[in-house]
């Protein structure tokens, strides 16, 4: 099984920063890729699909890149209902997701 | 509109048989697949198995002896069987449609507690 492994586990940012979520996969995985934001009591979110494709109604601070096996998340200005989880996931082969990612506000 | 519900117990006797129903609105499962993932408590996401627009199903390997997906397309309905249920099965289980896993049911929990 691909293992895919996120970092940081926890991420501490102001409102308007900048924030990177990273993601590595333990063998290609063809930018079959997705982000998903999970808020607390929540079923998860689609935000991004196949690495860098913005899901319909997202806002456009969010942005994905990568290829191979490193994939990136970003939040171009962070905002205070942006705090939640965030998980990877690869589908390029039996689907598995990362540990995630928590966003707190500094 | 896609929807995705899932039903079922909301709690379990340990060894006993985990039963859950999904029930889609807005697709039809013989041109769609259905995916089950879980969810322990605080913890990540485990994709358990699919059940395919032919009806063809695959399993997470470490869940494979004791999982089972089926169907009622008559009904629109998939459902998910688990056997042997443990502690650690306790989670909210959710069923998910689309190429892109894009829709989510809400969620059903299931505590496996004696």
């Known amino acids: 099984d691909i293992q895919m492994t996120q970092s940081p586990s926890v991420l501490s940012a102001s409102v308007g920063d900048r924030v990177t979520l990273n993601c590595k996969a333990s063998q290609n995985i063809n930018k079959y890729l997705n982000w998903y934001q999970q808020k607390l009591g929540e079923a998860p979110k689609l935000l991004i699909y196949?690495?860098?494709n913005l899901q319909t109604g997202i806002p456009s601070r969010f942005s994905g890149s990568g290829s191979g096996t490193d994939y990136t998340l970003t939040i171009s200005s962070l905002q205070p209902e942006d705090v939640a989880t965030y998980f990877c996931?690869?589908?390029?082969?039996?689907?598995?997701f990362g540990a995630g990612t928590k966003l707190e506000l500094k | 509109q896609v929807q995705l519900k899932e039903s079922g117990p909301g709690l379990v006797q340990p060894s006993e048989t985990l039963s859950l129903t999904c029930t889609v609105s807005g697709f039809s499962l013989t041109s769609n697949s259905v995916h089950w993932v879980r969810q322990p408590p605080g913890k990540g996401l485990e994709w358990m198995g699919i059940?395919?627009?032919?009806?063809?199903?695959d399993y997470n390997s470490a869940l494979k002896s004791r999982l089972s997906i089926s169907r009622d397309t008559s009904k629109s309905q998939v459902f998910l069987k688990m056997n042997s249920l443990q502690t650690e099965d306790t989670a909210i289980y959710y069923c998910?449609?689309?190429?892109?896993?894009?829709?989510w049911g809400q969620g059903v929990m299931v505590t496996v507690s004696s």
């Open positions: 998910v449609y689309g190429p892109l896993f894009d829709y």
């Open positions: 059940i395919r627009s032919g009806g063809s199903t």
């Open positions: 996931f690869q589908h390029n082969s039996w689907p598995t």
């Open positions: 196949n690495t860098n």
